[in-house]
């Protein structure tokens, strides 16, 4: 029998192209695909939680170089060139609506909504703890997204989904509630994402954990009860004198979720106070301590608190809750250490900033005695009797800026701290002359220019102790109220006082209210 070769291969090819077009046409076309078809599965889940981590959180690469530039041209910080203000009736309201910025909402939105109906449809595949772990997240994101667009604007749309590019629906959404509606809305969503999230999910802490919401909301809380208390009978809030709300998108006559405007304020301060109590009441034994002591070689003995902020692995710090991490490899760096080494891109601490640290004893720097009055006439002399948190982060000249891994050919380094240059115009000045050196390392093979790794701490547990306080004395009005003096002192005790110090009371009574003006109390990042 004669094989036909060519008609064989014929029958052959045309089977093949008839298979392969029959499987092709089974799929649905790439241009059709919708998005929704994407959540199917944890890991399609958690790409896009990790997204949201870059675009949304605060970090060395995203929010002003970190430490340095947070409280630029404030009573805290200044740069290099004067901003209007400072000057009087300079200060203006810009003339466009940047701030209004909805894109992280709206995406937020669209992926939430789709990620619970796929959830509760059954049809996401993959570990349960982890794809609650990341609708969790979502919850968070969209409450600390919504905390940032309310800190400038207060009354807000309430907006859960994504619209449609539609005028009519659009205007028809963007209907503002009152300020306290909207901080309790974002109370809500802090509740979900703690319902949602796992404490036992991430032992590094790079993700977000239900300590982490309940220390955001008592920050949210604390703020909207604070915002209620001073601005209450302004136009600032629900039913003040010409408060907007009453002439365009509410009633006149608002009534309070409470009942009425005390009774709100009292709410916000129990939700903080309650909210900072379940992370203080975790973290308030597990502080990172403060020995006082700057290193200054190799031989001597490290200082936790100050190494804390400069770490290239936070996770061993059990008081930092979220941090973030960065890899040189991966090309994802940060330039934290050079500013530390040169003069923290020009931005400079002011002399009132540095002057609301009390001293060593715990008084303040007017009411101090016996060996610890302050003395401003060189950097050495402000450090000398310094609250020790200041001492180990104020610069000083001749000071090691560096000692570890010298013999490391990356660049950008100081080795020794010069005398500040204050007339220089680029980023190496020293504005006010005052630098400071938190996130430092004293390790040469971390200065390299754009390409330095040390992580960046988003959330600390000690925000927690100091939002309680605040609240707890708000509903109060007594210092020895409950736990208040409990945290107080923890927080002293791992800032490195004298024992008399701890005692914020010793604070209290040397307190002259006619000498504080223009300073107050600096509860800050910088501070604690």
């Known amino acids: 029998m004669k094989l036909n070769i060519f008609k064989y291969l014929s029958v052959v090819l045309f089977a093949t192209v008839t298979i392969s077009c029959e499987d092709f046409l089974d799929k649905e076309p790439l241009s059709d695909v919708v998005p929704e078809d994407y959540y199917q599965s944890e ?62 909402i709206r995406n937020i939105n669209y992926s939430l909504n789709i990620m ?96 982490v919401a309940s220390l955001m909301k008592s920050r949210v809380a604390l703020f909207e009860g604070s915002w209620l208390n001073y601005f209450k009978g302004t136009a600032f809030v629900p039913n003040g004198t010409n408060w907007p709300g009453a002439t365009k998108d509410y009633n006149a006559n608002y009534k309070y979720p409470s009942g009425d405007i005390d009774a709100e304020i009292k709410y916000f301060f129990t939700e903080a106070t309650k909210s900072a109590e379940l992370v203080a ?30 770490s290239v692995d936070m996770s061993v710090y059990p008081d930092v809750l979220l941090w973030r991490q960065y890899n040189e490899g991966l090309g994802i760096v940060n330039n934290i250490e050079v500013a530390v080494q040169f003069a923290n891109y020009a931005i400079g601490l002011t002399r009132g900033m540095v002057e609301g640290f009390v001293m060593k004893d715990g008084k303040p720097r007017y009411a101090s005695h016996d060996g610890f009055s302050y003395n401003d006439e060189t950097l050495s002399a402000v450090r000398k009797n310094a609250d020790p948190r200041l001492y180990i982060f104020l610069k000083e000249p001749g000071q090691k800026n560096i000692f570890k891994n010298m013999s490391s050919e990356k660049e950008h380094s100081v080795e020794n ?60 009005k007594d210092i020895s109220s409950d736990r208040i003096l409990e945290y107080w002192s923890a927080i002293r005790t791992a800032a490195g006082f004298m024992n008399e110090a701890i005692d914020p009371r010793v604070t209290i009574n040397a307190t002259d209210m006619e000498k504080e003006k223009g300073i107050g109390e600096l509860i800050l990042l910088v501070c604690y």
């Open 281 to 310: 009441e975790k973290y308030k034994g597990v502080l990172t301590q403060n020995t006082g002591l700057l290193p200054q070689s190799e031989a001597d003995p490290d200082n936790p608190y100050f190494s804390m902020f400069g």
């Open 43 to 104: 890991d399609q889940l958690q790409a896009v939680a990790n997204k949201l981590y870059a675009d949304i959180l605060p970090s060395h690469s995203n929010y002003s170089y970190g430490t340095f530039g947070t409280d630029n041209n404030t009573d805290n910080q200044t740069g290099l060139s004067a901003n209007a203000k400072y000057t009087t009736g300079q200060w203006k309201v810009g003339l466009d609506n940047g701030s209004w910025a909805w894109n992280n």
């Open 116 to 211: 619970l109906d796929c959830y509760n449809r059954g049809k996401i595949t993959g570990s349960n703890i982890n794809i609650r772990q990341y609708i969790g997240e979502m919850y968070f994101f969209r409450a600390y997204s919504y905390f940032d667009m309310f800190q400038k604007w207060g009354d807000l749309p309430i907006i859960k989904e994504a619209f449609p590019d539609d005028k009519a629906i659009l205007i028809a959404a963007n209907k503002r509630s009152p300020r306290n509606e909207v901080a309790r809305f974002i109370l809500a969503d802090l509740d979900s994402a703690k319902t949602y999230m796992s404490d036992k999910f991430d032992s590094k802490r790079n993700r977000l954990s239900p300590d």
């Open 417 to 476: 701290e010069p005398y500040p240059s204050i007339l220089l115009s680029n980023s190496n000045a020293y504005v006010t002359g005052y630098a400071i050196r938190k996130g430092g390392t004293f390790n040469k093979e971390l200065c390299s220019n754009g390409k330095g790794y040390v992580g960046s701490i988003t959330f600390r547990a000690t925000e927690a102790l100091l939002n309680y306080i605040e609240a707890k004395y708000q509903l109060t």
